[in-house]
């Protein structure tokens, strides 16, 4: 079996729902050990962080990525038990291999086969790895990065290896990432009988005039590197159930996919604008999932461009698109952030898979990466 397709088998015979690491980043951890690799856990809350580095010096190439998976759902829709990492018709199956333990264990080879032929590299090789991207992610990445910066531990390029592929292997990969904003608002009226309504404040009366705004504004046009901010209202709630009853309270949820003509404190003036006139009392609790990012498009993209070209054939298309991901936490220290893993059709899906000849050319791109890096 080619060595890549078998430790991603391995990995995901782990169950390593969020925030669980289910062993991943100790299988991980022995090999890059042999390598030559420093291991250092980061471990916070409920979260395991690894963060592993073979030399002292600057400029630092890291790979970045996640060990939990989502949770697989109803077993029984499942071909093959997501859990069993089954190989069928050239595809290997199971909760996590496209998103991300494929470019787990592309990233661990591709270092394997790229320290046999360059031993003496003219950087240093890093790994930033955690149980907790699909989750809050508040103990993961961003936890590690406040402990690199803390200690002034700079990393110069990172390559993320999300399922950015959407056709074939290759053809998509990241440069930035929109910004993800939410809100909770809750409506707070006046519970009453439906047949004296001036005895009591219908909250969802009152606050649609103001969704109805929130809903047809236009945030802004976009711009060369982004599309447009959109809006899209995920929750509506309120009612006892009852007919005839008016209610005293609804909520609902938003989000925000911001690009970088916005700022969430912008965003969130303007969405409160909207509601000036509402005649209830409001609760607005915002969360913000991250900054849109984008980075300079430097030595780092050029490499990947060219190494997907050398073992693929293809030009990539190096974007913004997608949702958000844990390159959130790394671009605003300053890093060169570039995304690319396999195709993301079934990512989140039941039966989620992978090819595995792209598994196995996946770790030869991440490989050439590294080469074209060394000039």
């Known amino acids: 079996m080619n060595p890549t397709v078998q430790l991603a088998q391995n990995l995901i015979q782990k169950p390593s729902v969020t925030p669980e690491d289910a062993g991943c980043l100790g299988v991980i951890g022995e090999r890059l050990e042999k390598l030559g690799f420093v291991l250092e856990r980061m471990d916070a ?22 060990t939990d998976v989502v949770p697989p759902g109803p077993l029984e829709h499942w071909t093959h038990p997501p859990f069993d990492g089954v190989i069928e018709d050239g595809m290997l199956h199971g909760r996590g291999a496209a998103d991300m333990k494929g470019s787990l264990a592309a990233m661990v080879t591709a270092c394997e086969a790229f320290l046999a032929e360059h031993p003496a590299p003219p950087f240093d090789l890093a790994f930033l790895l955690t149980s907790d991207e699909e989750g809050p992610a508040t103990h993961g990445t961003k936890h590690c990065m406040a402990v690199l910066e803390a200690r002034q531990e700079k990393i110069t390029w990172c390559l993320v290896g999300e399922p950015s592929s959407k056709d074939q292997l290759g053809d998509v990969a990241r440069r930035g ?85 916005q700022t969430p404190e912008g965003l969130q003036a303007k969405a409160e604008a909207c509601f000036a006139d509402c005649p209830a009392h409001l609760d607005f ?29 293809v030009t990539p298309d190096i974007n913004t698109g997608g949702g958000t991901s844990d390159g ?45 890096m060394c000039g």
């Open 45 to 66: 809350g409920d979260t395991c962080n690894l963060w592993a580095r073979r030399g002292q010096g600057q400029p630092v190439f890291a790979f970045a990525g996640h």
């Open 177 to 261: 990432r929109r910004g993800s904003l939410n809100c909770k608002l809750t409506v707070r009226g006046r519970q009453g009988h439906v047949a004296y309504p001036h005895l009591a404040l219908n909250p969802i009366h009152a606050v649609v005039p103001g969704l109805t705004r929130l809903s047809a504004t236009e945030w802004d046009q976009g711009n060369g590197h982004f599309p447009a901010t959109t809006l899209q209202i995920s929750n509506l709630n309120s009612g006892t159930g009852a007919t005839n009853v008016i209610p005293g309270v609804a909520t609902m949820l938003f989000n925000f996919r911001f690009n970088t003509e």
């Open 285 to 313: 609790e915002w969360n913000l999932s991250g900054h849109a990012f984008l980075t300079a498009g430097g030595p780092l993209s050029e490499a990947l461009g060219l190494a997907c070209q050398d073992i693929l054939g």
């Open 328 to 372: 959130r936490f790394i671009a605003p220290t300053g890093t060169d952030v570039v995304e690319l893993g396999p195709i993301n059709a079934t990512i989140h899906q039941v039966n989620e898979c992978v090819s595995t000849q792209d598994l196995a050319d996946l770790s030869r791109v991440y490989a050439r990466i590294l080469e074209r």
